[in-house]
């Protein structure tokens, strides 16, 4: 729920990273945490556990820029990846305005990841949000391990695509982050969906800046 | 819902909200007063400038009263409309406003929690009026100030190159 305020001129917009416990949600904050200039974030937050494991969620704020005289200033959330916190996990989807979904990109971490992409569906419409409908991205992280899935495979598994019933968005859209893909399409005569995904290696930082970018310009889209 | 509404806040809700908060302050002698959004985002300070970070220490507030608030929930309680976590010397209140935001009352030894807890009742009734208002402006014909950034692809896109 991004809040506008046209006393301070802000505009103030809430970013979930979502995934498996021990994909990398925590280390893509670190990293823009690490990168960006002091005056344009703010303090990290972790609550973890004594393991750094994360137990209700990380938080960090950054400023992106000014559009027509508004501050853009982006709060952003991890979630504890274990399948039994969910509860502390669904309160921070809470007025989100942008998910990325951090996929492990491990072929013996599959599984895992179905399984929170099932639970985000889920939590999402307990709230009545519907994950088609708002800016979505997934990054598949880990890019650099030797047991990586081909992202032909991860993508069949976690983002196979939805249908485009509104007319409006009926068109070849390209994907933000990979030229020469899109993300709307149309497949045997039916408009199909998906999320823009980013290819990364969060550890490095490789992938973690444009996966804030595009799903931040989709944000910011939404209010254009 | 496709997904959480964005709500804006005009300068004039803004002012009537710092007035409020104002002569609450002066009245329970408490230090410092904040609106926080139930998605952890800050609305607007008032009183003694807090001596921390007050951006984490808003998400921090929101993930505190949704967490008490399912907590309620699971011991049968439809919710925990107030909050107060004492300290030895300084002490702060929470208190749900018309469920849209929380009213963080901070105050130390020069107030009790008696008067903090009386005089918040009457201030959380004024905000949640303000609130009441601002909601339905935006419901009848205000809806264009959703659409702040209309016509500013161009714009976006430079930003993010």
Avoid at chain 2, 135 to 155: C, H, I, K, Y
């Amino acid at each position: 729920m991004s809040m506008i305020n046209y006393a301070s001129r802000e505009i103030n917009c809430k970013l979930v990273y979502y995934g498996p416990g021990l994909g990398g949600k925590t280390t893509n904050l670190e990293h823009v945490y690490g990168k960006v200039s002091p005056n344009t974030r703010g303090k990290m937050i972790s609550l973890a556990t004594e393991t750094e494991r994360t137990l209700f969620f990380d938080f960090l704020p950054v400023d992106l820029g000014t559009i027509r005289g508004f501050k853009t200033r982006f709060h952003l959330y991890t979630v504890p990846g274990q399948v039994y916190y969910n509860a502390s996990r669904k309160l921070i989807l809470k007025g989100v305005d942008g998910i990325v979904f951090v996929a492990d990109s491990q072929m013996e971490r599959m599984e895992a990841n179905v399984e929170s992409m099932q639970n985000l569906y889920d939590n999402m419409a307990e709230y009545g949000y519907d994950l088609t409908k708002i800016p979505f991205v997934i990054q598949y992280n880990k890019r650099d391990l030797p047991n990586a899935g081909p992202v032909r495979d991860l993508q069949a598994a976690l983002n196979p695509g939805w249908p485009v019933e509104d007319p409006a968005l009926q068109k070849v859209t390209p994907d933000p982050a990979n030229p020469g893909q899109t993300i709307v399409d149309r497949i045997e005569e039916q408009w199909i969906g998906r999320a823009p995904y980013v290819e990364a290696v969060a550890v490095r930082g490789d992938g973690v800046f444009e996966t804030l970018k595009v799903v931040s310009k989709m944000v910011l889209k939404t209010l254009s | 819902m496709t997904g959480a509404a964005s709500w804006s806040f005009s300068e004039d809700h803004y002012r009537q909200i710092q007035q409020h908060l104002t002569a609450f302050l002066r009245e329970s002698n408490a230090r410092c007063a904040l609106l926080v959004d139930r998605t952890g985002q800050l609305v607007t300070t008032v009183g003694e400038t807090p001596q921390f970070d007050p951006t984490a220490f808003a998400s921090l507030t929101a993930a505190d009263f949704s967490a008490n608030d399912q907590l309620a929930r699971m011991i049968g309680e439809p919710e925990f409309a107030s909050l107060v976590h004492q300290g030895e010397r300084e002490s702060m209140l929470l208190a749900d406003v018309a469920k849209r935001v929380i009213l963080v009352v901070l105050f130390d030894q020069r107030a009790t929690l008696g008067l903090v807890k009386l005089k918040a009742k009457p201030v959380v009734e004024q905000l949640a009026r303000v609130l009441e208002d601002m909601f339905n402006r935006v419901g009848t014909g205000q809806a264009s100030e959703q659409r702040v950034l209309e016509g500013a692809e161009d714009e976006i896109d430079r930003l993010f190159g």
